[in-house]
């Protein structure tokens, strides 16, 4: 199996050394190769184990009660009463 890895890398946006493409397509070769090898589970249920059922726990609602001037008064910045943040998407 051929694993394109300079595509791969400029799909995650990677820098890849010429030097190094080599060496890259080589391991991820083996590595596809060592998951194709791996057994097929026998059963839907794997990971499930019947003796050790999981147990959700119940929601409870929180006794202590803040006002909403109380939990912004720790912001920083404040603009209409909403907080400000620095900008993170362009």
Same mark, same amino acid.
């Given at each position: @199996?051929?694993?394109?890895?300079? &595509?791969? #890398?400029?799909?995650? $946006?990677? $820098?890849?050394? !010429?030097?190094?493409? #080599? ?5 991820? !070769?083996?590595?596809?190769? @060592?998951?194709? %090898? *791996? =057994? %097929? =589970?026998?059963? %839907? #249920?794997?990971? *499930?184990?019947?003796? &050790? =059922? @999981?147990?959700? $726990? /119940?929601?409870?609602?929180? !006794?202590?009660?803040?006002? $909403?001037?109380?939990?912004? #008064?720790?912001? =920083?910045? @404040?603009?209409?009463? /909403? ?8």
């Amino acid at each position: @199996m051929s694993i394109d890895v300079k &595509h791969l #890398a400029k799909l995650a $946006r990677l $820098r890849i050394d !010429e030097d190094k493409l #080599a060496k890259f397509e080589k391991d991820m !070769e083996s590595i596809v190769s @060592m998951v194709e %090898q *791996l =057994p %097929q =589970p026998k059963t %839907q #249920a794997v990971g *499930l184990d019947p003796e &050790h =059922p @999981m147990k959700l $726990r /119940c929601d409870v609602e929180s !006794e202590v009660k803040f006002t $909403r001037n109380e939990l912004l #008064a720790n912001a =920083p910045k @404040m603009q209409a009463g /909403c907080v400000v943040v620095p900008k993170t998407v362009e």
